[in-house]
């Protein structure tokens, strides 16, 4: 069989070095939701037990996006304060971020100011960030409006989404708009590169 260079059109480097790799990180107060959130938009499955992450928890997805397909890594980082030293060594080479409080825990959402501290301690900081309100499926329960949410996002320039992930409501819409961000953020990375 042949096999002399120059026989394969394109080599198997410019393959690897043609595809995307985004990473997300999702951060939020224990029970949030960011486990389910996750596990929906990867696998599209839900369960109603409370198994809590235990430091840190991963997901892989394809996602097309723009006519690119995006080889996603979701690091889904534990939420209780007890793992803060494992989430440390986890916040590098993130391009976007996901900040998920409950609509229906106002101790998760007045915690938000101290998830974003904790990311830009360990360079998160400048990554695409957005807040994310879950559980929006639990229908008069709702400790924090939407309206008061939006505000604070507003104030910190940061997107904000409702979704459930039991019903699987304004995730996929989510994911797609930060990884069109994200990804568009690291083509501009990898043209500086090129231009220097
Ligand atoms: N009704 C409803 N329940 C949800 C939703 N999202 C998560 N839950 C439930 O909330 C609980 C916690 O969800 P997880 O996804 O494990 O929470 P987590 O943020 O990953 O928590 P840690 O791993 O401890 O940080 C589980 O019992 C889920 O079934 C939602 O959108 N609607
Ligand atoms: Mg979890």
């Known amino acids: 069989m042949d096999r002399e260079t120059g026989h394969l059109p394109i080599s198997v480097q410019d393959v690897i070095s ?91 959402f007045e915690s938000l100011e101290y998830w974003l501290k904790e990311a830009a301690r360990h360079g998160g900081g400048a990554v695409h960030t957005v807040v994310v309100a879950n559980k929006i499926d639990i229908r008069g329960k709702r400790a924090v409006s939407a309206e008061e949410a939006i505000k604070w996002a507003a104030a910190k320039k940061l997107k904000y989404y409702e979704t459930s992930a039991m019903s699987g409501e304004g995730i996929l819409r989510m994911f797609c708009e930060v990884l069109e961000v994200a990804s568009a953020n690291i083509s501009k990375d990898q043209s500086g590169i090129a231009g220097t």
């Open 18 to 108: 043609s595809l995307v790799w985004v990473k997300v990180i999702a951060l939020g107060t224990a029970a949030a939701g960011k486990t389910c959130i996750i596990k929906h938009f990867c696998e599209d499955k839900f369960s109603a037990v409370y198994q809590p992450t235990v430091g840190v928890d991963y997901g892989f997805k394809i996602q097309k996006v723009k006519n690119h397909e995006l080889r996603v890594h979701l690091w889904d980082l534990s939420g209780q304060l007890e793992y803060a030293e494992v989430r440390s060594e986890l916040y590098g080479g993130t391009q976007a971020c996901i900040l998920v409080f409950d609509v229906t825990n106002r101790n998760s």
